[in-house]
T-cell receptor, first 109, second 112 residues
């Protein structure tokens, strides 16, 4: 079967750095996405990885290792507005997205 | 309008009733999707359409139907609602199945 695993909840301090991990087992791999979802709102696109390595975009970076079936999202200089759920999704061999349940990130002052 | 819209925002529905959730995008995206999001679970794909005139079944299609008569609109119909269809429904679109998806604001549906 297809499976995306990520921690249910994490807590971090304002100004700090946090790493949210995602492991996956899917039928085929055509890229990995990270989305941010604030409570009661729609998911919004953060990053996309299809090759191994690190993609940096401002305070957010995303890493991929296809051989390990592993990705992480790194958030630097945390701000209170970063409190949200972070969703990991893998595009499978049918070009459909398989979604993890999301990691709820709580930022404390 | 700009982006992707959904209607209604929320709805309470009696079991057995028929309901259509509307979704419209103005980005001229070829692909559109319907997901449901339930607490503790990832987004689950109900139906999708890679281009106008075509549709496909996702992970959880039973009890739902869709149509794609044109590029902009992708309505989702529940023929006879059941309580297990209580959920938040998101419509999304993308330029193609190769691109990132953009989400509408969602419809919160409660079936009693």
């Amino acid at each position: 079967g297809q499976n995306i695993d990520q921690p249910t909840e994490m807590t971090a301090t304002e100004g700090a750095i946090v790493q949210i991990n995602c492991t996956y087992q899917t039928s085929g791999f055509n890229g990995l996405f990270w989305y941010q979802q604030h409570a009661g709102e729609a998911p919004t696109f953060l990053s996309y990885n299809v090759l191994d390595g690190l993609e940096e975009k401002g305070r957010f970076s995303s890493f991929l290792s296809r051989s390990k079936g592993y990705s992480y999202l790194l958030l630097k200089e945390l701000q209170m507005k970063d409190s949200a759920s972070y969703l990991c999704a893998v595009r499978d061999s049918n070009y459909q997205l398989i979604w993890g349940a999301g990691t709820k990130l709580i930022i404390k002052p | 309008i700009a982006g992707i819209t959904q209607a209604p925002t929320s709805q309470i529905l009696a079991a057995g009733r028929r309901m259509t959730l509307r979704c419209t995008q103005d980005m001229r995206h070829n692909a559109m999707y319907w997901y449901r999001q339930d607490l503790g679970l990832g987004l689950r794909l109900i139906h999708y359409s890679n281009t106008a005139g075509t549709t496909g079944k996702g992970e959880v299609p039973d009890g739902y139907s869709v149509s794609r008569a044109n590029t902009d609109d992708f309505p989702l119909t529940l023929a006879s609602a059941v309580p297990s269809q209580t959920s938040v429904y998101f419509c999304a679109s993308s330029e193609s199945s190769n691109h990132e998806q953009f989400f509408g604001p969602g419809t919160r549906l409660t079936v009693l």
